[in-house]
């Protein structure tokens, strides 16, 4: 007990003597320095910062080297004020604050009346002096401007990670991204200062994203980053989007269908790929009958999307024609280079190529007569998959709170919930029926954050965070066997596959096992 006593006591010093510029957490901020006409230091100088959409003030005071942070601020525009007595105000309007990264602005003061202003238009871009970082900033107003597109290979409406490889240097997929050279799966994920803790495969989102619509902007530091990201190759930072003073919002609708696109070089009408994304958001203020010094200062922000697509299953197969499910296979005698079928109890080739029914296996006799007959010509690719329109269903839902409990203290809660199903297949076995190995694939994911802040005093803020994350992600068989069983323990029957040309593999199930393989054909299963 002593020694935990001794260390509490050894970090609370280490705050108290931690310069300004400290950061447990991800979180933006603006800092800079005050100095008079001389280039002195000022210390004392009262620092107000104002968000501009939500009119919430945040408070702060010079240390004794003339430098202030304010911390945990939502991105977007602030006004920076700064009051000492003696001199003019200085008014500093248009700073940008982006997500997870500091904005500097640096405040000279002037000889006057404190009544006397002088107000400063900063530029667009705010710089960030004080962490030498290599990182990208996708904005809220690119996010909002650019296309994405729907279904970009994983069955899934708009991806908010999509963005992610606007920023230089990352590679790869949504699956597995490489940030600046870095190894798959190990790209940190930081949501409003929150790490996301993912134990299978770090960086992967796309199963647990909220929806696109309740993230605000987001950074993509690749490299030079800070030691509050750990031991990770590369930091996504997000920032959930924020209510305003004004009650806002928008519906959308994408939508694609069979009418909009081409047929395609190999299909004989156009394939049915029907596609809906569609959704709306709304944020702005909660009343509260006791509002802060007149102004509003809880603020929510809710987000909902539909991902609804039917697609048909178009993949080629190759399948036995219906002379050579009844044992005859005299058409590879044809061949330019004939392939006669050898008994492999006597070493002799069949007559006629014409394997008798006698010498079937149990189990091909049963699987045989599952098996369509090819609707196209040849031998390769003669069976596109009948298992007609695969469904895709995506709910998507979360919000956003933003509660200023005073000038010093504010809480920030966020939530989403990602449900989506799909059907797929296991195996090449792309039929309908027993021989099928259609799988249903739903997967959920479920996050909550929260996070604090509190200014104990201007040179001392305590920040605090924590995050869940769950995640479901199975594939359940829908295909049930009741001709014949699978393997013990399998859920379905192994792969069925006639894939290749005239004399390869076709004979799979017609002929007994070969115990002794021969010349020519006889020696294969």
Not at 379 to 399: A, D, H, I, K, M
Request: a negative charge.
């Amino acid at each position: 007990m002593r020694t935990f006593v001794a260390a509490c006591l050894a970090v609370w010093v280490v705050c108290l003597a931690s310069p300004a510029t400290l950061h447990g957490q991800a979180l933006s901020s603006i800092t800079g320095t005050a100095t008079d006409a001389t280039g002195g230091v000022m210390p004392n100088v009262k620092i107000t910062v104002t968000n501009t959409a939500t009119q919430v003030a945040s408070h702060s005071v010079t240390s004794s080297s003339g430098t202030y942070t304010v911390t945990d601020l939502i991105p977007g525009t602030y006004t920076v004020q700064a009051e000492a007595p003696g001199f003019q105000t200085s008014l500093h309007n248009g700073v940008l604050v982006d997500v997870g990264r500091p904005s500097t602005v640096d405040i000279s003061l002037q000889t006057g009346n404190v009544t006397q202003s002088v107000e400063v238009q900063e530029a667009a871009i705010t710089l960030n002096t004080t962490e030498p970082e290599l990182g990208t900033t996708i904005e809220n107003a690119v996010v909002q401007a650019l296309p994405v597109e729907l279904d970009s290979g994983d069955g899934r409406g708009r991806q908010i990670d999509q963005f992610v490889f606007l920023a230089p240097g990352v590679t790869g997929g949504t699956f597995s991204k490489r940030i600046n050279g870095g190894v798959d799966f190990e790209s940190e994920v930081v949501f409003n200062g929150v790490p996301m803790a993912q134990s299978e495969t770090q960086g992967f989102q796309t199963i647990w994203n909220p929806p696109f619509e309740q993230v605000n902007e987001f950074n993509v530091l690749r490299s030079s980053f800070s030691a509050q990201y750990g031991l990770a190759q590369g930091v996504v930072t997000y920032q959930t989007a924020s209510g305003t003073n004004q009650l806002h919002g928008d519906v959308f609708e994408i939508l694609r269908n069979n009418f909009f696109d081409a047929r395609g070089a190999y299909n004989a009408t156009t394939p049915v790929d029907n596609e809906h994304n569609y959704g709306f958001t709304v944020g702005g203020p909660v009343w509260i009958p006791k509002v802060y010094n007149g102004k509003n200062r809880l603020f929510f922000h809710v987000s909902t999307e539909w991902y609804r697509r039917n697609t048909p299953d178009l993949t080629f197969m190759s399948l036995p024609t219906a002379a050579e499910k009844q044992g005859n296979f005299g058409d590879l005698l044809t061949l330019k280079v004939p392939a006669p079928i050898y008994d492999p109890t006597t070493g002799v080739p069949f007559t006629g190529n014409i394997i008798p029914k006698s010498r079937f296996s149990p189990l091909s006799s049963t699987l045989i007569p599952l098996m369509p007959d090819p609707t196209l010509p040849g031998y390769s690719n003669n069976f596109q998959s009948n298992e007609g329109v695969l469904p895709t269903r995506q709910t998507n839902w979360g919000f956003n709170i933003d509660y200023n409990i005073n000038d010093k203290q504010s809480i920030h809660w966020s939530e989403w919930r990602n449900k989506w199903s799909s059907f797929g297949t296991e195996t090449s076995s792309h039929l309908l029926g027993e021989l099928g190995s259609q799988t249903t694939q739903p997967d959920l994911g479920t996050v909550f954050l929260l996070s604090y802040s509190n200014s104990l005093t201007p040179h001392l803020v305590m920040t605090a965070g924590a995050s869940w994350l769950g995640e479901l992600n199975d594939q359940i068989s829908v295909v049930k066997n009741s001709n014949f069983a699978a393997a013990p323990g399998a859920p379905q029957l192994p792969q069925i596959t006639f894939a290749g040309p005239p004399g390869s593999n076709r004979l799979r199930f017609a002929v007994d096992s070969i115990h002794q393989p021969k010349a020519g054909l006889g020696g294969r299963e």
